[in-house]
């Protein structure tokens, strides 16, 4: 099984940066995915890491440390419609690669 | 259209009543998933459709919930007797693969209210 933990709210001022933290222990590891989703809204996707290091994207950029079991999604030059749920996901190795997500993590960001 | 749709939006319904919400993914995925969300709750696995087999089903709460996929393609997951506990926002997702780089593109969800 799989079990995801990642800060249940976070706060940051516009223009800011934010690290948004996600710590999981898994029996096998296909890959991690952080998606973004509004509410009421589905969540998108945003990323995708299954090598250790720095995946950059713009604004966004996710990482992976595969023997900590860690990632981080860091938020550049934040803007108000940053505000949302950020959700990590970690898909496993073997049997239906069916991904488990984290309860997500609540970002404010405020004038 | 180019999304995953899911219909209906909203849903409110007696409890005890059946309920069945619809999913239509990107054409050609092959994977299609259904989840469930409450509120301040992650995401709850239900289900998993490869083509028009469901080769893990072992995330459905109880035998009231049912779950099928025709044609490759549209799927329909029938709540029977719903219960105030199954008051949540059930989404489908779609991919084209289950491996690698293979993200899920999520539907809008249906926000089902038992009353």
């Known amino acids: 099984g799989q079990n995801i933990d990642q800060p249940t709210e976070m706060t940051a001022t516009e223009g800011a940066i934010v690290q948004i933290n996600c710590t999981y222990q898994?029996?096998?590891?296909?890959?991690l995915f952080w998606y973004q989703q509004h509410a009421g809204e589905a969540p998108t996707f945003l990323s995708y890491?299954?090598?250790?290091g720095l995946e950059e994207k713009g604004r966004f950029s996710s990482f992976l440390s595969r023997s900590k079991g860690y990632s981080y999604l860091l938020l550049k030059e934040l803007q108000m419609k940053d505000s949302a749920s950020y959700l990590c996901a970690v898909r496993p190795s073997g049997g239906s690669y069916i991904p488990t997500f984290g309860r997500g993590t609540s970002l404010i960001v405020h004038p | 259209g180019a999304g995953v749709s899911q219909s209906p939006s909203n849903k409110v319904t007696e409890k005890g009543k059946d309920v069945e919400l619809r999913c239509d993914p990107i054409s050609g995925h092959t994977a299609l998933y259904w989840y469930r969300q409450s509120l301040g709750q992650g995401l709850e696995f239900l289900i998993y459709f490869q083509g028009n087999s469901a080769p893990d089903k072992s995330g459905l709460p109880s035998d009231r919930f049912s779950a099928e996929r025709t044609g490759g393609s549209v799927s329909t997951l029938t709540i029977q007797r719903t219960q105030q506990e199954d008051s949540a926002v059930y989404l489908c997702?779609?991919?084209?693969?289950?491996?690698?780089?293979?993200?899920?593109?999520f539907g809008n969800g249906t926000r089902l209210t038992v009353t």
């Open positions: 898994t029996s096998g590891f296909n890959g």
């Open positions: 997702a779609s991919s084209n693969g289950t491996g690698g780089l293979s993200p899920l593109h």
């Open positions: 890491n299954v090598l250790d």
